[in-house]
């Protein structure tokens, strides 16, 4: 990188959900072996950075996101030495990895937990939140599941808290040696070479400590990025607590001393208010959060240019926005488009030459799509609390239960099981067709793949897109998104038609094609954009003012 800004703020991140990428072993899981067969692959689409869903040991109830040990990897993904040996590849490749860190909260069947309930007098007792409640839960505080965050244990008579699902217990950041322990598991990591974390539910670290009762809300339910006021109640009391914003600064205090200079990115809800308390007021939180309005996008123009409007006035350089489509707990964007690909190419466009980090959910790149597992047949663990919902009630509800529908295994070819397993896969591959896998994509020069491609290389190739400014620009067409990024020495420009009519704008300026999708074309005095296409200029040295 030829510019001063740090690195993390110029990356783009791709998500991989190991049970899901590729199974080496023919167990039907994927696993770390898997992963290191296809970093190739990985590399020729461009992927810089990657984030890694947890592959620590786990029950696996909710997947890996309830841990029994922060320093082991769960048998059923591989060894320690895997481990190096991916980690090591993925620097060679001159790619970074970023692990998913879950701090809030242990599985039950973590050794510690164990010992913390084993007798109100043992030692890690206060590792997590212990409560009295005579045959009443100690408040009414509710989790981000929807049901009282509060769980008898019959052996000691008292309530522990999880602000997640029962067997997540929570971790008592009120404790030092808790923050102690948490900070030697993430220098194991970081001497091992990770560049970065993801934080899971950082918003829920702290709870208040009187154990204040929540305030009544109208709301019932919650967003992807609003979990503040959910199941009639205001979280005030156990999210987004002064004290986790305090915390974030502390963890980044602790991690920067290390030389790779490894960042933190925030699963955290909330306002933008609330974002930014978790960024820092002097950019010295958090480095980076998830931001997941377009998790819920409208298609059309004004959505997103309000979007870079908005993030440009409340999340100005050196504040770096997030430009988030999906992931593992969220229905996947193809599938909200209808499986149109010309939209989701657009999307995407938006989202690689927009201010900011991008994150690629795996899959996304070849518009892998949603599973119809119903509810009742779920593995995940939301869909087996909301067992009897059928389907098309929370399809009609926009709530989103059963996650195994945007997890289903990567599509690789159109072999048997998509390349992924040999053996049977632990959730179903569904129909298989060429042209919806990797191999069939990789060179079509109009599938979606290479137009990820695409994206990964500009952004590779201008240091304008990764640290320009940007304005958004005029056109008096309703359905044209424009916008133009800049720098000392380079300006490009973005066109985005995301209307049913073609459009033809007047165009004068000195520019060159850098890129067109969808039919769009640059004439001398006109750019030309069919339904749903769009283009990338450069505006070239005269346009300079
Ligand atoms: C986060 C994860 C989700 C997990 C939950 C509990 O929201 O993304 O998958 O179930 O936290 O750890
Ligand atoms: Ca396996």
């Given at each position: 990188m030829e510019n001063k800004m740090e690195w993390w703020r110029q990356t783009s991140i791709y998500q991989i959900y190991p049970w899901s990428f590729q199974d080496s072993n023919g167990d039907g899981i994927g696993d770390l072996q898997g992963i290191l067969s296809r970093l190739d692959e990985i590399k020729d689409l461009g992927v810089e950075t990657i984030w890694f869903s947890p592959f620590y040991v786990s029950p696996g109830e909710d997947f890996g996101y309830d841990i029994a040990d922060y320093t082991k990897i769960d048998p059923r993904f591989g060894t320690m030495a895997d481990c190096d040996r991916l980690f090591k590849e993925i620097h060679k490749r001159k790619m970074r990895v970023v692990l998913d860190m879950v701090m809030n909260h242990t599985s039950d069947k973590h050794p510690w937990f164990i010992e913390s309930k084993s007798s109100k007098t043992n030692p890690k007792r206060d590792f997590y939140i212990w409560r009295k409640g005579t045959n009443k839960a100690p408040n009414n505080w509710i989790s981000m599941v929807g049901k009282s965050g509060w769980n008898y244990d019959s052996q000691t008579k008292e309530y522990y808290y999880s602000n997640f699902l029962s067997f997540q217990p929570d971790l008592n950041y009120r404790n030092p040696k808790v923050k102690q322990t948490m900070f030697a598991v993430l220098d194991f990591w970081l001497k091992k070479g990770v560049d970065g974390f993801r934080l899971d539910i950082f918003n829920s670290i702290f709870k208040d400590e009187r154990f204040l009762d929540n305030p009544f809300s109208f709301r019932f339910f919650p967003t992807p990025d609003n979990h503040d006021e959910a199941f009639f109640q205001k979280k005030q009391y156990n999210l987004n607590l002064p004290e986790s914003f305090s915390f974030a600064k502390e963890v980044r205090k602790h991690i920067s001393k290390y030389k790779q200079k490894p960042f933190l990115i925030g699963e955290v809800s909330g306002s933008d208010l609330v974002l930014k308390s978790f960024l820092g007021e002097k950019v010295d939180g958090l480095n980076l959060v998830f931001q997941f309005e377009l998790i819920h996008f409208s298609y059309n123009a004004k959505f997103f240019k309000d979007l870079l409007e908005k993030n440009e006035k409340v999340f100005p350089s050196p504040y770096t926005p997030t430009y988030v489509l999906g992931n593992h707990d969220q229905r996947r964007y193809i599938d909200r488009l209808g499986g149109d690909i010309r939209k989701a190419k657009l999307l995407v466009c938006f989202q690689f030459m927009a201010r900011g980090v991008p994150v690629v959910y795996y899959g996304e790149e070849i518009g892998r799509k949603e599973g119809r597992i119903s509810n009742f047949f779920g593995k995940d663990p939301i869909a087996k609390l909301n067992r009897f919902v059928p389907l098309f009630l929370s399809n009609l509800l926009g709530i989103y239960i059963n996650r195994d529908n945007c997890r289903l295994p990567m599509l690789w070819d159109d072999s048997n099981n998509g390349g992924f397993t040999n053996g049977k896969s632990w959730l179903p591959i569904g129909v298989i067709q060429k042209e919806e896998t990797v191999s069939g994509q990789k060179n079509e020069p109009d599938s979606l793949w290479k137009h990820y491609q695409t994206m990964f290389l500009l952004r590779k190739k201008w240091d304008v897109i990764r640290v320009g400014s940007?304005?958004?620009?005029?056109?008096?067409?309703?359905?044209?998104?424009?916008?133009?990024?800049?720098?000392?020495?380079?300006?490009?420009?973005?066109?985005?038609?995301?209307?049913?009519?073609?459009?033809?704008?007047?165009?004068?300026?000195?520019?060159?094609?850098?890129?067109?999708?969808?039919?769009?074309?640059?004439?001398?005095?006109?750019?030309?954009?069919?339904?749903?296409?769009?283009?990338?200029?450069?505006m070239g040295l005269s346009s300079k003012q």
């Open positions: 940007l304005q958004t620009i005029s056109t008096d067409k309703k359905n044209v998104l424009s916008f133009q990024r800049s720098d000392k020495k380079n300006k490009i420009r973005v066109y985005l038609n995301f209307g049913n009519n073609p459009e033809q704008i007047g165009f004068k300026e000195k520019g060159k094609l850098l890129y067109s999708f969808g039919g769009s074309e640059k004439t001398e005095n006109e750019l030309f954009l069919p339904p749903h296409s769009g283009l990338v200029l450069e």
